[in-house]
Structures are given as C-alpha cells and as structure tokens.
C-alpha cells in the first residue's frame, strides 16, 4: 500500500514538474517573441518614421545642398578627366540634374571643361545624346562606335545605361534584355535594381515607342516597389541608399516615400559637407539613440547622389505647395527635363 502511494506520489510529482517545465518554457518563448515584436517595432519606426517637423527638414536642406556642392567643388572629382579617374558620362549627367535646381558656377565651370576636353574619348562621346546634351542625332559611323562601346563594355550597368540613350536603334546583348525586359527577378541587389530603373527613366526620354512595346511604365512600378522594401529596413545611410533614395524620388516623386529618409541623409552629412560611401554599423547606433554622428570621411559618388535626393525632395515639396494653392499649377520641367517626351 505504501510502495503504490509512493509510486502515485512520483507521477504526481513527475506530472507537475513537467508542467512547470512547459509553461516556463512557453513563457519565456513568449517573452522572446514579444521582445522580437518590439526590437522590430523600434527598428521600423527608426527607419520610417520622422522624428522632426516638416520645418526642421526645411530649414535645413538649403544649408546642406549648399554645402554638399561646396564639398563636390572642393573635392576636383568632376575636374579630372576620363583618362585621369574623372567621373563616368552618367555622374556628370546626375550633377547635372541637381545644378539644374541648385547653380553652382565652380561646379558648372568643371562640368563643362570635362565635357569639352572628354570628346576625345568614345566612351565619353557615346553619351553625347544624354536629354539635355549636345548631340540628339548620331550618323552611320557614329552609330556604329556607339555600338561598339556597347558590345566592349565589361560592366553591365555601364552597357544598360549606354544602351537606353539609343535604344531606338542600338542592340542590346540578349542578357541583358533577358534581366530587364523578359524576367526582373534575375535583377537581384539594390544596384542591379537602382541602374535598371535609370535605364527604364532614359528610356522612356529617348525612345518613347520602344518604352511603350517593352511596358516600361509598368517595370518601373515593379523596380520601385521592391526599391522601397530595401530602403524600408536599411541600417546604414550608405552609397546604395542614397541612390535608392535619390532615384525613386527623380523618377517618380511621391508622398509615400517617407520623409524620414530625408532626414537621415540630412543627420548623417559630414562636416566637410558630403557624404560617406560605406559608414560603419556603429554610426547607425548613434542615429538611432541620437548620439553624436562621428566624422568620416566623405566620397564624391555618395555625395552627389545625397544632393540629388535633398534638390528632388525639395522640388516635390514646393510642388505640393504650389498645387494646394493652384490646382491649375503644372510642373512640366520641375521634376524632368524640359522638352523630353515620355511614354506613359
């Protein structure tokens, strides 16, 4: 009788430990679920959501326009040559595009020196019928060392790019038009997706017909969107998000592009007045806490892409102000090129 209440006693006790042992278990379960669900929270809301007022964004990005073009003056990058280093077609065309909105007369001064002394050279003159640029209209031998830039080009975005300034005659590698045109899910990183939607942007202003049979309207749709995913959760203020950024806010503007993006271009500007190509982890941590953002050293290329994100921003703003006090106000030549046709 006894050795069988003892035995029941052991069950008993067997029983309640293991109960505890799961609801301890599941209990902490949940407590790390609910500490992953607020750790996500907080990480989303530090990428998304603004922690300033309009007014603070505006009365900053002037200043910090001004002197990320100061920087870009300073730094000589768009003073050098093709055959010194000097910046790609496709920078001085980006430059471009922000000294349309914001002058800079040592700026346009380099800009025009490197475009006169580059002729020399096929991979520069290539780009000639970039919207805006000198030449729209290329002869037979001009046409074929266009292609032949094109086919000797070993960097794909180099050959996208080139390609969409003729896309009414030129011939695309079949690989190529298989990433762009046939399945987009082969385009895979944050640059494959930022050049393809430059390419569909060109496009669209040199060859309108050829845009409208490749439904580029529609892909641009499709870039953008997963465009803004990757923006969505990005730790770090870098190279790639700046030209996420900057991009989608040329290409196609719009309310649902947070403003705290702007903000963090506008927190993370260095001292000198530009911005970092690759800045460490820890730098997202002092955004995130609000800590002081240490100096680091700033590149051309990320910089020029933040000031294209700050002049566009600006310029969607003012476009929003204008037409709640105008509907009838028109921002042909605001936001695109003036006289460039597109093909919806």
């Given at each position: ?28 379960l949940a407590c790390i ?56 077609a496709m920078h001085h ?58 086919r000797d080009c070993d ?190």
């Amino acid at each position: 009788m006894n050795a069988e209440l003892h035995s029941k006693s052991l069950r008993l006790l067997d029983s309640i430990t293991k109960l505890v042992r799961s609801s301890l278990w599941r209990y902490f379960l949940a407590c790390i679920a609910a500490f992953s669900l607020v750790l996500l929270t907080f990480y989303w809301a530090f990428c998304n959501v603004p922690r300033h007022s309009p007014q603070w964004t505006a009365e900053r990005i002037d200043g910090a326009i001004s002197d990320g073009l100061d920087y870009l003056a300073r730094s000589g990058a768009f003073a050098k040559l093709f055959d010194q280093g000097g910046e790609h077609a496709m920078h001085h065309f980006i430059l471009d595009q922000v000294l349309a909105r914001q002058p800079h007369s040592v700026l346009r001064g380099q800009r025009e020196y490197c475009d006169r002394a580059n002729q020399r050279f096929a991979r520069w003159r290539a780009f000639n019928a970039l919207p805006g640029w000198r030449k729209r209209d290329f002869g037979p031998a001009e046409r074929m060392e266009v292609q032949i830039v094109i086919r000797d080009c070993d960097n794909s975005y180099g050959r996208w790019l080139l390609w969409a300034v003729h896309a009414s005659w030129a011939k695309l590698p079949p690989q190529d038009h298989r990433r762009l045109f046939e399945d987009i899910s082969l385009l895979e990183d944050s640059y494959d997706l930022t050049h393809a939607l430059m390419t569909y942007w060109l496009m669209q202003r040199t060859a309108p017909e050829v845009s409208a049979r490749l439904q580029v309207s529609e892909r641009i749709e499709q870039v953008i969107r997963r465009i803004r995913r990757y923006t969505t959760w990005a730790p770090r203020c870098g190279d790639s998000y700046l030209e996420r950024v900057a991009f989608s806010l040329m290409i196609q503007p719009s309310t649902a592009l947070s403003r705290r993006w702007i903000e963090r271009i506008l927190t993370v500007q260095n001292p000198d007045g530009g911005w970092t190509y690759v800045p460490p982890y820890s730098r997202t941590l002092q955004e995130m806490f609000g800590f002081q953002i240490a100096k680091y050293r700033s590149q051309p290329h990320p910089s020029f892409l933040a000031l294209l994100a700050l002049v566009s921003h600006r310029d969607f703003i003012h476009f929003q102000e204008s037409s709640r006090a105008d509907p009838h106000w028109s921002r042909e030549g605001k936001l695109s090129i003036p006289g460039s046709r597109v093909s919806q």
